[in-house]
Every structure is written in structure tokens, then in C-alpha cells.
């Protein structure tokens, strides 16, 4: 395993060597989900540094709350999984309901952060590589960035997601200091330089996106900063969980692409909503042969996407997630490798970059596709041509 994973590494630094800045861009982005998830237990440090080793152009942070407040990274507010919460502070034990999902287990928001700090990482998938749990430590927000802003050999970009805003801010601790959980993570962007919409000058020093599943607080985050925002979606019939009677199906029609584009500069689809099951298709087609547009990837190209009420021309953002490497992950599409599904979502459908938790594949990939002759990406992004100049596509009085 670990000489496959240093193979991997030295392609990936290959890779890396033949991608553009984050402006003009030649290729679309490697966004590594949780780190390099796949290899490390998720939302380390360990897991961070392997991603931007393996070429990934951004790291995820999903940002959940300890019980003081501190933002710290980790997949949810549930530790239970993910660390070993349960065995160092079995009184502390809870059940929440969280977007209308009962959960056990020890909470973030019930720990301060010196409790959290005494944790230690497990990977949670059982195929994958057991053998780096209890090494690693639970990283803070201000951790991680400082960790993307140490890089001394290329720009590294930020994608933290607000878990649960709604649920975080009911809590008695966030209400006693009247603030909100986008209050917290912006008030810890603007501590360390993030602003400006996408491909802004300022944009380009710190490349950031801000993502959620929910609505409200990207609408508030969009009247307090000009970073861009975006819009997380989950499968069809999934209820948005700070929108009554409403489904993700409902975001996804014109009129809900158009609402979106009022506030947000792209979309993180599930990547099954992109590509669905084909009419009449052959029960043993192979390498998504048996996949057909939903027309979601359409309608937000037509769409396009407004950061802050102005469109930014290289927009729209489509960031499709979860891409992994397993040969069980790869069935949906009778896909043969990670390579081949790739080029179903790059090539065929045109999106902007991907969440993965193997970015050294996805960054491999990506340095091969641009060794082609004439290779010209389906993407907005990357074949708008912008009329204004380069880097200063609107102002904005927003940080």
C-alpha cells in the first residue's frame, strides 16, 4: 500500500508541475475532500499535507463547533466515527437530532477545545488503511489554513463547508454570544486575507470557497463578503434542511438554478444527480455508456452563477462530489477505472473540478489530459473569454 501510494505521489508532483496558477487556468481544479481521505483518516493534518503533496489545488475543511467555539474540522459535529471520543469521554454521550436525523454519540459542541485536542483520529471506511489511526490529533480551522498558506511552492486554496449552521446557532453557547456559526468561520477568513469574488486579484493571492447544504446562510454570507459561495446540493428527493417543504429536486429546475445564481458562484452537486440511469440501457454497458445527462450540468451552464449579484465570466463554478478510487465505487457507470469515470464527468458533462478523496488521481489524470493535442476543457470556466481585464471582474465593498 504504501509503495503504491509513493508511485502515486510521484505522478501526482508530475502532475502539478504542468498546472496553470489560479488564474488564467488551463485545467479544472483537484479539490482534495477531506485531505487525501482515502489514505489517511480524514480532516488531519497528515490528511491535508498528503493532499497538496499529491497535487490537489484545494483542501476541504468541513467546519463544525467545539463547545467554546473554536471552529475545528471534522466531518460533523458527531465525533463518534471519526475519533475516539466515545472511549476517552464515555459521560459525555448525547443524543441530538440534527436536520431531523436522531444521532449518539459524543458532540463537538459538547467538548471544549482542550478536550477535543486530547483526540485521535481513526479512519472510518474498514477497506481502507487502519494502520495511521490514533496518530493524529483534531485540527482547528486557524490550523488548516495556516497550513494551505505555508505551501513555500505553489498557491493552495481553502473550501471550508459550514456543517449544520442552522442546528449549530439553536445551541445555547452560540446564542449567549450572539453570533452565528458564519459569523465564526468568515470572522477566521478575514483573520488570515480571504476575499474577493473568484479570480479577483485578492481572489488569486487566497483562493477560497465557502460551501453549505443549506440556503439561509449562504444568502447571509452573500451580504457580508464577496468570497464565493456555493451551493451544495444532495440527491433529488432529499429535503433542504433549512427550507420547509422543499427537496434539492426543487433547487435543481430553472427557476431554482436561477435563485441560486443570485447568491452563489457555483454548485457541488452529488454526482449521481448529474449522471442518472439511461432509458433502455444495456444492463452490461460499460464506462457510463449506461448514463445519461439529468440536464442539471445544462441548466446551471445556462444559468450561469452570480457571486454577490454579479456574474464573474468565468462562472459558473460546478464542483461535483464524492469521486474515489475503490472498484465497489466505481459499479454506478460500470466504470473500469477512476480514469474512465473522470472523463465521463470532465469530458462529457463539462464540470470545473471535482471533490475526491484521492487527489493524486485526479491530479494525475488531469497532467495527462493536458499533454493532448488541442485539449480544450467543456467547461465555462475555462473557454469564457473575458472582455474586462484579467483579474478584475467586479468590485465589490464586501471582504
Known sequence: MRA??????????AATAQASAFYPRK????????????????????????????????????????RDLV?????????????DADQKFPDRIRSYIVDGYNWTGVFSTDLTLAEVKTLRAKQQFAERDQSYNGQFEVPTLEEYIKLAQSNPNRTVGIYPETKHPTWHDSLPQVKAADTTMSDIVLNMLRKYGYRGPVNSA????????????????????????CIPLVQLMDYFDTPVPDLANTTYADLMTDMGIAEVATYAAGVGPWKNTLLVPAANALANATNGANLASSGLAERIRRAGMQANGTCHRLCPQMHPYTFR????????????????????????LGID???????????????????????????????????????????????
Open 353 to 399: 473540478g471535482a471533490f475526491t478523496d484521492f487527489p493524486g488521481t485526479l491530479s494525475t489524470w488531469l497532467g495527462i489530459k493536458a499533454q493532448e493535442g488541442g485539449r480544450l476543457w467543456n467547461t465555462i470556466t475555462l473557454n469564457a473569454k473575458p472582455k474586462a481585464k484579467a483579474g478584475n471582474p467586479a468590485k465589490c465593498n464586501r471582504v
Open 4 to 13: 503504491i501510494n509513493a508511485a502515486i505521489l510521484l505522478l501526482a508532483l
Open 325 to 348: 478510487d475503490e472498484a465497489y465505487r466505481l459499479k454506478y457507470g460500470n466504470f473500469s477505472s477512476s480514469y474512465d469515470e473522470y472523463e465521463a464527468y470532465f469530458v462529457r
Open 71 to 83: 471552529p475545528v474540522c471534522r466531518h460533523e459535529p458527531l465525533l463518534s466515527g471519526t475519533t
Open 202 to 225: 485578492a481572489w488569486v493571492r487566497r483562493p477560497a470557497f465557502i460551501q453549505s447544504f443549506e440556503v439561509g446562510n449562504l444568502k447571509y454570507l452573500s451580504k457580508k463578503t
Open 27 to 66: 485545467q479544472p481544479y483537484t479539490i482534495g475532500h477531506r485531505g487525501a481521505s482515502g489514505l489517511r483518516p480524514e480532516h488531519t493534518i497528515a490528511a491535508y499535507q498528503l493532499a497538496i503533496d499529491l497535487g490537489a489545488d484545494f483542501i476541504e475543511c468541513d467546519v463544525v463547533l467545539t
